[in-house]
């Protein structure tokens, strides 16, 4: 295992690193924005296959000693991806951008793709206005009392009542976590996450969406994607089956898989089969 600060143009940045060899590593990038990468650690079981690499993005988690974030661009965000890619000496990475992630390894496949070996969007966030869209189709299918809860919250900006909380709870359980008790790794992404990072880049909670990301889509430069590519996704995930069989049609030769039992955190809730998958689409793309 190695651990190590990186500085970069958003900020100090945190990683660690499991499994020796010369293979370009897998880095997984996480969402939030700004819940780091504590929930991804379950990925480490496959440093056997090849190194495996975490990292905290600046301001939040472990990279809080570096102190706030300063860019909350999305040219930030993959600024601190190219800064890790030169500490850890590799020529080349697999990625794996999960959420808000998704937008990251995205942008950043399209302005390095020299330097990517494969590319896997988990519950990607990468289509906000098609995601807002989603959210309220999702929002449809729950109990009256609770939409009116969610939709008046909205509409009035009061989103600190327990009533409205209570409300968006329910939501998350259903299409966010998908499991309760929550895994402790999901438990202390959230303990150490970056709220001034989620409220600057994308809103006050997962169905209000005002920060910078608002109106990002990488829906029309999906088809300029050249590595092997693999989309991912829960069954009851915020982050729909719908958009990632779309976005997966958009990328020539990418697969989709859905997992049946899961919301947006499928590693965790069907971690063995999820691994399994990776393994797979990893070894093939080596």
């Not at 996480?30 to 296959?49: A, D, I, K």
């Not at 189709?137 to 009392?145: A, E, N, Y």
Request: hydrophobic residues 35%; charged residues 20%; proline residues 5%.
């Amino acid at each position: 295992m190695t651990t190590g600060y990186v500085q970069s143009g958003a900020g100090e940045l945190f990683y660690e690193r499991r499994g020796e060899g010369g293979r370009a590593p897998l880095v997984c990038v996480h969402g939030g924005p700004g819940f780091t990468g504590f929930y991804l650690e379950t990925l480490f079981v496959l440093s056997g296959l090849l190194p495996v690499v975490c990292y905290d993005q600046a301001g939040c988690g472990r990279a809080r000693r570096g102190g706030a974030r300063s860019s909350f661009t999305l040219a930030g965000f993959v600024d601190e991806l190219e800064q890790l890619r030169r500490e850890l000496g590799c020529q080349s990475m697999h990625l794996l951008g999960h959420s808000f992630g998704g937008a990251i390894i995205g942008e950043y496949i399209l302005a390095h793709p020299q330097h990517v070996a494969s590319a896997v969007f988990a519950s990607a966030s990468i289509d906000i206005p098609r995601w807002v869209a989603d959210a309220e189709r999702l929002m449809s299918k729950l109990p009256l009392m609770q939409r009116m809860i969610l939709n008046e919250g909205k509409r009035s900006g009061q989103l600190l009542s327990p009533q409205y909380q209570d409300a968006l709870a329910r939501y998350y359980d259903q299409h966010v976590y998908g499991v309760s008790p929550l895994p402790e790794r999901i438990q202390q992404s959230i303990d150490q996450a970056d709220s001034i990072t989620y409220t600057t880049v994308w809103g006050p909670n997962e169905l209000i969406v005002t920060g910078m990301a608002r109106d990002y889509s990488l829906t029309p430069r999906l088809g300029e994607i050249r590595c092997p590519t693999l989309f991912t996704c829960g069954r009851f995930d915020e982050a729909t089956p719908e958009a990632h069989e779309f976005f997966a049609s958009q990328v020539q030769g990418a697969r989709c898989v859905v997992f049946e039992k899961s919301a947006h955190h499928p590693q965790e809730t069907e971690g063995e089969g999820y691994v399994a998958l990776l393994r797979e689409f990893l070894g093939a793309a080596m």
